[in-house]
């Protein structure tokens, strides 16, 4: 069966209401962690995106939808904003493990080397990277992947398919989740930044006390000794924290969406 023959079966406004679907579902594979990893290639990612989008076709209840060009272009704009706004309050989440880790690696001195990280396909640090990871890991392991479908099927209820969303809401909870990303890093990192501004307040007094001792020597060992200890130690508590977090932004994007 050819894709036109496929087509006919379906009515314009079937079709118009899966494309308008799509838009909505599309920036998830954009922007949200796992969803938008880049050890998916780009083609599996659009196949899953579209399979995604027919599967919540059956929730999304619509009226006519006004196949004016101008009208349904304003349409799909919105469509993808408001899938946008849904997957930034995920991306902030997952964002706010890399800032920690790229803290945590530059306070260690693990930034001096850095490598590709298979979930963004940007350059990162080491710890970075093992975050990145981690969190990828506590997603699949959790079923959060299942979380955030459902979260996405449940942007339906606040913003239906053919209603405009409350701008001001959404922008406020942009600007919630972007500030929770730093209020998250520190969180995630405090038990091993403290112990290392220990560390380097006391290798302060030794290099006071016995000046002819070379303090960089000893000092770059000690600290990473003490990170990667502290770190390890670290990881139960990142977990429950990620845990948390997710569910909390699954709840905040789906507060902060709402109808106009």
Same mark, same amino acid.
């Given at each position: 069966?050819?894709?036109?023959?496929?087509?006919?079966?379906?009515?314009?406004?079937?079709?118009?209401?899966?494309?308008?679907?799509?838009?909505?579902?599309?920036?998830?594979?954009?922007?949200?962690?796992?969803?938008?990893?880049?050890?998916?290639?780009?083609?599996?990612?659009?196949?899953?995106?579209?399979?995604?989008?027919?599967?919540?076709?059956?929730?999304?209840?619509?009226?006519?939808?006004?196949?004016?060009?101008?009208?349904?272009?304003?349409?799909?704009?919105?469509?993808?904003?408001?899938?946008?706004?849904?997957?930034?309050?995920?991306?902030?989440?997952?964002? $706010?493990?890399? &800032?920690?880790?790229? !803290?945590?690696? /530059?306070?260690?001195? %693990?930034?001096?080397? =850095?490598? *590709?990280? @298979?979930?963004?396909?940007?350059?990162?640090?080491?710890?970075?990277?093992?975050?990145?990871?981690?969190?990828?890991?506590?997603?699949?392991?959790?079923?959060?992947?299942?979380?955030?479908?459902?979260?996405?099927?449940?942007?339906?209820?606040?913003?239906?398919?053919?209603?405009?969303?409350?701008?001001?809401?959404?922008?406020?909870?942009?600007?919630?989740?972007?500030?929770?990303?730093?209020?998250?890093?520190?969180?995630? $990192?405090?038990? &091993?930044?403290?112990? !290392?501004?220990? /560390?380097?307040?006391? %290798?302060?007094?030794? =290099?006071? *006390?016995? @000046?002819?001792?070379?303090?960089?020597?000893?000092?770059?060992?000690?600290?990473?000794?003490?990170?990667?200890?502290?770190?390890?130690?670290?990881?139960?508590?990142?977990?429950?924290?990620?845990?948390?977090?997710?569910?909390?932004?699954?709840?905040?994007?789906?507060?902060?969406?709402?109808?106009?």
């Amino acid at each position: 069966m050819t894709a036109n023959e496929l087509l006919a079966r379906f009515s314009e406004q079937q079709v118009a209401a899966f494309f308008l679907v799509l838009a909505r579902v599309s920036p998830l594979f954009i922007l949200a962690p796992l969803f938008s990893s880049k050890m998916i290639p780009g083609r599996v990612r659009s196949i899953i995106a579209v399979g995604l989008a027919v599967g919540l076709m059956p929730v999304v209840k619509h009226g006519t939808i006004d196949l004016d060009p101008l009208a349904y272009g304003g349409l799909i704009v919105k469509e993808v904003v408001v899938g946008l706004a849904f997957a930034y309050a995920l991306a902030a989440m997952f964002a $706010g493990l890399q &800032v920690a880790g790229s !803290l945590l690696d /530059t306070l260690i001195g %693990f930034s001096f080397g =850095s490598l *590709v990280d @298979p979930v963004t396909g940007n350059q990162s640090t080491v710890i970075a990277q093992l975050y990145s990871l981690f969190g990828v890991a506590i997603l699949i392991a959790i079923g959060g992947d299942a979380w955030i479908i459902r979260g996405l099927g449940r942007t339906y209820e606040a913003v239906p398919l053919l209603d405009a969303p409350a701008i001001g809401s959404m922008v406020e909870g942009a600007q919630i989740a972007f500030s929770g990303i730093f209020a998250s890093a520190f969180m995630i $990192g405090a038990p &091993v930044i403290i112990a !290392l501004t220990i /560390t380097d307040a006391a %290798f302060g007094v030794v =290099s006071r *006390v016995v @000046p002819q001792m070379n303090i960089f020597a000893v000092g770059f060992p000690a600290k990473m000794i003490v990170g990667l200890v502290l770190l390890g130690a670290s990881l139960p508590f990142v977990s429950n924290f990620f845990i948390g977090s997710l569910h909390d932004s699954v709840v905040e994007a789906l507060h902060f969406l709402k109808a106009a």
